[in-house]
């Protein structure tokens, strides 16, 4: 029983970076209709430069809220380019993504070269109930806790992310009345980097990355994105937390290798089950 725990603790923390990366991705599919295939990216990124300001001696604090602000503006830069003018289609915005994803490898190996780093995490352990777990698990649930907690705050409060819901329920409406849409792409893109970002610097103390890191990451964060059809954060933050207890067990019980393949299977369970419910209802209407 001690030893699931330790397992569940540890897929629990993995899974909210899995679920701040999903909730990325629906941040920016909701408003431009593009799946951000560099989403990864952002997470490595914000990793690896945490990784180069701690060794240049910037408090932990410090370098992570930089590694985060960078991250953020590589979203906005990545948006930049893949959305292109007004017009530019949702697929071929799509390609640029993975075009510029792919790219990046080139800058990551020629700054950090091809080996996974890591840094140090939050020194500590906490006994819970008698299960020892990392205090970084616990840092790890509360910012993520905090990050849904402010988006909510965003969302619901702000000029800007009530534009930024205007578009996803809307765009045509959103133009009508003044809205930039393209412009709330980017600040969408934005914030979708930022997220990454977060889940990077939370990540890289518990798992090292290197310069391809973000294909995993970007599918872990994908499938668990998929549980709410892209569209709903908060379905997003399960699925993060199902894929990452769902991987902790698998490594644990079984190998580690395995768990990789995790995400793909749920992923494609998921999908197979949408289209299949998609093709039920269809008939339905048919014979109606």
């Known amino acids: 029983m001690r030893l699931f725990l330790q397992y569940l603790a540890s897929g629990i923390a993995t899974g909210c970076t899995y679920a701040l990366v999903a909730t990325g991705f629906v941040a920016i599919y909701r408003v431009t209709r593009v799946v951000n295939f560099a989403q990864g990216v952002f997470a490595v990124l914000a990793g690896m430069l945490a990784y180069s300001l701690l060794g240049f001696g910037m408090p932990h604090i410090l370098a992570e809220l930089v590694a985060l602000l960078v991250s953020v503006v590589a979203g906005v830069v990545i948006g930049f380019i893949a959305l292109g003018r007004s017009g530019t289609p949702p697929l071929a915005s799509l390609i640029i993504t993975l075009g510029l994803g792919i790219g990046s490898?080139?800058?990551?190996?020629?700054?950090?070269?091809?080996?996974?780093?890591?840094?140090?995490q939050l020194k500590g352990n906490l006994d819970v109930g008698g299960v020892g777990m990392?205090?970084?698990y616990l840092l790890v649930v509360v910012l993520t806790a905090a990050a849904f907690g402010a988006l909510g705050l965003f969302f619901d409060h702000t000029y800007l992310g009530r534009g930024l819901s205007a578009c996803a329920s809307n765009p045509r409406a959103a133009r009508l009345v003044g809205i930039d849409v393209r412009r709330m792409g980017l600040v969408a893109f934005g914030v979708g980097g930022g997220l990454g970002g977060l889940a990077g610097v939370l990540l890289t103390p518990l798992q090292p990355v290197a310069f391809d890191s973000d294909v995993g990451i970007a599918i872990s964060g994908f499938a668990a994105a998929i549980f709410g059809g892209l569209v709903r954060p908060g379905a997003a933050l399960v699925g993060g937390l199902v894929l990452g207890v769902a991987e902790a067990l698998v490594a644990g019980y079984s190998q580690a290798s395995l768990q990789s393949g995790v995400a793909l299977v749920i992923m494609l369970g998921i999908m197979v089950w949408r289209a299949s419910r998609r093709s039920v209802v269809t008939d339905e209407d048919t014979a109606i």
């Open 105 to 120: 490898y080139a800058i990551l190996i020629l700054i950090w070269g091809d080996q996974p780093i890591s840094f140090d």
């Open 134 to 136: 990392q205090t970084q």
